[in-house]
């Protein structure tokens, strides 16, 4: 009864949101160019970032799709700058956020932009030229960029006024929606039925070793009917075919996070490991069979550290002088911007890249065919400008 009455509140204010967007009185808009939702229903820790990073190996890889201008498009979570900002390779997370900068810094030459509007920054990515105007130059650090042809959508799954040409929701393995509950009791920050709604789902964070009739109960938990295991779709209780795919995380090679870096630390048995992320646990246990972590520092997501963390992480390195000082690939774009780190902290310290990869080889043929369809089918369709749904 208690939960109940705690949950009412944010259950009703969201039911009523999304109603008014699904009856029109809210407007929902489209982009110009086909638009690539990758989000999720839950407070952080289901993957966004190496999804994002996935589906551009994906788009670049690709013949076709590769020609293209492809840019990414984010909140910037955190970030000093306002606005809309383009995101540049020598920039700080402090003033993009972690997340875009990681991005920007592994792809280049992707055009990779921040703006808390999304039908705004999706208008700037797709004509530029309108930045050149007195008030968006006021505001707005950019380089010469070229128009995007495609553009992906971090975390904007809960941003109803922008529709997307293909979404698609993460949810952890280890946390499925339709165990969890809303905030504050829960993790789930939107309805959990609301993942019906999308093109396509990704359990993230799967066992390598997954096989087809646990794939089966997941689509089952999650109310799809007449799942087909070999083709990845369901049917979703409103009759709409609905994509299923599953993921690992596979860790790279340690990355030192300055230029200073040694890499004969890494080689050490001893590590320091610190993070500023959802869930630190799989990557303390994948790290637990090679080193013995002698010392761990957990902080909340997206955490600005501040003196006295670096000097507690600094103490720990000192009592253990031939330990590695471990983080995550998303903290490491932070403490790139600390200020006070000695040398041999910049000799010590190295990051963890990881990357997602799909459980089977043909689950991964099938979402490649999946997203290319849905972006050369809307070049196909007749474009007006803008569009809009009422």
């Not at 009703?12 to 489209?30: F, N, P, Q, T």
């Not at 505001?139 to 979404?167: G, N, W, Y």
Request: with cysteine; aromatic share 10%; proline share 5%.
């Amino acid at each position: 009864m208690i939960d109940t009455i705690l949950l009412f509140p944010y259950w009703l204010s969201l039911k009523i949101r999304h109603l008014l967007y699904d009856k029109g009185v809210k407007k929902v808009s489209e982009a110009d160019v086909p638009t690539i939702c990758i989000g999720n229903v839950t407070v952080g820790g289901t993957g966004k970032t190496p999804h994002t990073e996935m589906l551009l190996r994906t788009l670049l890889a690709d013949n076709e799709l590769g020609r293209k201008s492809i840019a990414v498009l984010s909140r910037g979570y955190k970030r000093k700058l306002k606005g809309f900002q383009q995101v540049v390779v020598n920039g700080s997370s402090a003033e993009y956020g972690d997340e875009p900068m990681q991005i920007k810094r592994k792809f280049p030459m992707v055009t990779v932009a921040v703006d808390g509007s999304r039908i705004e920054g999706c208008d700037f990515l797709v004509h530029p030229e309108k930045l050149q105007t007195e008030k968006a130059a006021k505001k707005c650090k950019f380089k010469e960029m070229l128009p995007a042809d495609v553009i992906i959508l971090d975390d904007a799954f809960q941003h109803r006024a922008l529709k997307p040409t293909l979404s698609i929701v993460l949810i952890d393995h280890n946390r499925p929606t339709f165990k969890d509950h809303l905030l504050p009791l829960g993790k789930l920050r939107d309805l959990p039925e609301r993942v019906e709604k999308a093109d396509v789902l990704i359990i993230t964070k799967c066992p390598y070793d997954m096989n087809s009739w646990q794939k089966c109960t997941w689509a089952d938990n999650l109310g799809l009917k007449n799942f087909n295991a070999k083709e990845c779709y369901g049917i979703t209780p409103d009759g709409k075919k609905q994509y299923i795919f599953f993921t690992s995380i596979a860790y790279d090679t340690p990355e030192p996070v300055f230029p200073e870096g040694d890499p004969r630390y890494i080689h050490s048995k001893r590590m320091i490991l610190f993070s500023g992320i959802a869930n630190d646990t799989p990557l303390a246990r994948w790290l637990s069979g090679d080193y013995n972590i002698v010392k761990r520092f957990r902080f909340s997501d997206h955490h600005q550290f501040s003196k006295g963390n670096i000097a507690s992480i600094s103490s720990a390195a000192l009592a253990n002088s031939t330990a590695v000082v471990m983080t995550t690939e998303k903290d490491a774009q932070r403490i790139r911007d600390c200020k006070r780190l000695s040398y041999d902290m910049k000799m010590r310290m190295f990051y963890l890249p990881i990357k997602t990869k799909f459980v089977t080889e043909e689950e991964e043929r099938i979402f490649i065919s999946v997203v290319k369809k849905s972006l050369t089918e809307s070049d196909s369709e007749p474009q007006q400008t803008p569009r809009e749904w009422y």
